[in-house]
Every structure is written in C-alpha cells, then in structure tokens.
C-alpha cells in the first residue's frame, strides 16, 4: 500500500504540470482585456498600457506562462487583479463554503440513497421498484437551476422558510442557508448513487454465499446489511469519489443561482473579469481536488474489501 500510495503520489507531478498549462492557454484564449474590465471602456490608452506593463500582460504569452509555472512552483498563485489580494488568500476564505456544500449534498444523497437501494432490492420489479424508478428518472432529467428557482420561489419567497441568498456567519447559519443549495445538488447525484447501489444489490443477491447464509437460518436483516450491503459498496464507492469530487469541483451553477461565496462562485466572477490568477489558481486547485479524492477512493477499496489489498 505504501508503494502504491508513493507511486500515485507521483504520478500528481506530471498531472498537475499538465493541467496549468492546460488551464493557462484555455483562459488566455478567452476574449477579453483585463485593463479594460478594471478601468473601463473610457480608459485611456496611456492607463491600460500601464497595467498591461505592472501584470506583464504585454509580454509574449510564453514569458508569460514561464512566470505563471516559476510562481506554480513555488507555491504562490499570484495576486487576483480584480480584488487585489493573493489568489492563494481568495481560496483560503471561500474553499469552506464550497467543502460544506459538497459534503452536505453527498451526505444527502446518500441518506437518501442507501434506504431506497434496499428497498427496491427487496420489491424488485414490483410497484415501489417501478415508482422509485420513475423518481430516479426525474431527478436524471430535471435542470438543477431550474429546481433551485423553483425552491427558491416556493420555499424562499412564498413560504419564507429559507433565505435564497448568503452564507450567513455562524456554522447553524452556514447549515440554514445551504439547505436548498444541497437538495437541489443531493437531487442531481442520488439517482446515480441509487441505480449503481441497486445494481449492485441485486448482483450480490444471487451470488451462492447469500444463498447459504440464508439456508444456515439468519435473519434476512442481518443478511442484507452485513453481507449483502457490504459486498454491493465497491461500484457505490466510485460512483461516491467521482462525484464528491465534481462537487469539490464546485458546483459552479448552484452557488452562482443563490449567491453562496465558493470557490466555483469566484471561478464564475473571475472569468467574467478576466482575472488571470484567480481563474488559474481556482481551476488548478478544484482540478487537484478532484483528482486527490479519486486517490482516496481508490485507497478506500482495500478497507471495504481485504482481498484488494492482498493483490
């Protein structure tokens, strides 16, 4: 385990290196002139060549990129153009937000989940297996700024019961306002996680050791949780990882739709600004995230299952 967690973890050199340059080229490709977002479209020509000269904007995109991946190196994301303080500052107050959310939705989904997945298991083919299906389909099809206008209309502006904006400033704050914000990503990723952990079940259902377990006279609880549940994880797992890690990504659209002050919040303002560093220094660093936990996924396997380890 050891050699293959150092391996992986070298592996994350090249992979980052590529992604910078990567990111570097796709937001230079971008029409814009940072100057001009700052100053205005009345900005003298003397004012933009300024700052074009302060951020070496007029240097060729090469010497450009060589300063980007010096500071890369040394850590150092540079300094944001449109707030003016260190994008590596930016990130440090606003990745909270994004970490809660996406760990509250996933938590969600999984409450919601794991219950359903047994239970159409147990009825398969039968009415609550069709039911559940259908509800699955809805939430595959269903646009989640549409279902977050609409709770924000219903729950937010009709009823009251929630604010459709903000962060708030303590940690019950923080939960209150990210309520709808995580139903609505929670309805997004539970289908998968219910289809892939049904399938799952079902498979595990008709292999013979079930079979036997349930010939020697054991409860049918204790058969679906301890041997059934357990040994359906290993896909359900994955389908986790993958997508803790889209929303460790930032989900740009939802936290854009009620204003939640996250990481994808500031990629989506940054590019409008064209602010160079924070978008590069947010793009890398949701990147790197999302490679990290499909790491700590992949090390997950082998406590859930000893027989990966073995190999």
Request: proline share 6%; hydrophobic share 55%; net charge positive.
């Given at each position: 385990m050891?050699?293959?967690?150092v391996?992986r973890l070298?592996?994350?050199?090249?992979v980052?290196?590529g992604?910078?340059?990567?990111?570097?080229?796709l937001?230079h490709?971008?029409p814009g002139d940072p100057?001009?977002t700052?100053l205005g479209?009345?900005?003298?020509?003397d004012?933009?060549?300024?700052?074009?000269?302060y951020?070496?904007?007029d240097d060729?995109?090469?010497?450009q990129?060589?300063y980007?991946?010096?500071?890369l190196?040394k850590?150092?994301?540079g300094t944001?153009?449109?707030y003016q303080?260190p994008?590596?500052?930016?990130l440090?107050?606003?990745?909270?937000e994004?970490v809660?959310?996406?760990?509250c939705?996933m938590l969600?989904?999984?409450?919601?989940a794991?219950?359903?997945?047994?239970?159409?298991?147990?009825?398969?083919?039968?009415?609550?297996?069709q039911a559940?299906r259908v509800?699955t389909l809805?939430?595959f099809?269903m646009?989640?700024?549409?279902?977050?206008?609409?709770?924000?209309l219903?729950?937010g502006g009709?009823?009251?019961?929630?604010?459709v904006a903000?962060y708030g400033?303590t940690?019950?704050d923080?939960?209150?306002?990210l309520v709808?914000?995580?139903?609505?990503?929670?309805?997004?990723?539970?289908?998968?996680?219910?289809?892939?952990?049904r399938?799952?079940?079902?498979?595990v259902?008709?292999q013979d050791?079930?079979?036997t377990?349930?010939a020697?006279?054991?409860p049918?609880?204790?058969?679906?949780?301890?041997?059934?549940?357990?040994?359906a994880?290993l896909?359900?797992i994955?389908?986790?990882?993958v997508?803790l890690?889209?929303l460790?990504?930032?989900?740009?659209?939802?936290e854009?739709v009620?204003?939640?002050?996250?990481v994808?919040?500031?990629?989506?303002?940054?590019v409008?600004?064209?602010?160079?560093p924070a978008?590069e220094?947010?793009a890398l660093?949701?990147?790197l995230?999302f490679?990290?936990?499909?790491l700590?996924?992949?090390?997950?396997?082998?406590?859930?299952d000893?027989r990966i380890r073995?190999r």
């Amino acid at each position: 385990m050891t050699t293959y967690l150092v391996r992986r973890l070298l592996q994350l050199i090249p992979v980052t290196l590529g992604l910078a340059a990567l990111i570097f080229l796709l937001i230079h490709l971008v029409p814009g002139d940072p100057a001009l977002t700052i100053l205005g479209p009345h900005a003298t020509p003397d004012a933009v060549a300024r700052l074009h000269r302060y951020w070496h904007l007029d240097d060729p995109l090469w010497t450009q990129f060589a300063y980007f991946m010096v500071r890369l190196v040394k850590g150092d994301f540079g300094t944001s153009i449109y707030y003016q303080i260190p994008v590596s500052d930016l990130l440090t107050s606003r990745m909270p937000e994004t970490v809660l959310l996406a760990f509250c939705s996933m938590l969600l989904s999984i409450v919601l989940a794991l219950p359903l997945a047994v239970l159409v298991a147990i009825y398969r083919d039968r009415l609550v297996d069709q039911a559940i299906r259908v509800v699955t389909l809805l939430g595959f099809a269903m646009p989640s700024f549409w279902l977050a206008l609409l709770l924000m209309l219903f729950f937010g502006g009709k009823l009251r019961w929630f604010p459709v904006a903000g962060y708030g400033d303590t940690l019950g704050d923080h939960l209150y306002h990210l309520v709808m914000p995580s139903f609505v990503v929670a309805v997004s990723v539970f289908p998968l996680l219910l289809r892939t952990l049904r399938v799952g079940l079902l498979e595990v259902l008709r292999q013979d050791f079930i079979r036997t377990a349930r010939a020697k006279g054991l409860p049918g609880q204790l058969v679906m949780f301890k041997h059934v549940l357990r040994n359906a994880l290993l896909p359900t797992i994955t389908v986790v990882g993958v997508n803790l890690g889209f929303l460790l990504g930032g989900a740009v659209v939802i936290e854009s739709v009620f204003a939640l002050p996250g990481v994808g919040y500031l990629l989506v303002n940054s590019v409008s600004t064209r602010d160079y560093p924070a978008v590069e220094g947010a793009a890398l660093v949701l990147a790197l995230l999302f490679v990290v936990v499909n790491l700590v996924t992949d090390l997950t396997y082998s406590f859930v299952d000893p027989r990966i380890r073995h190999r």
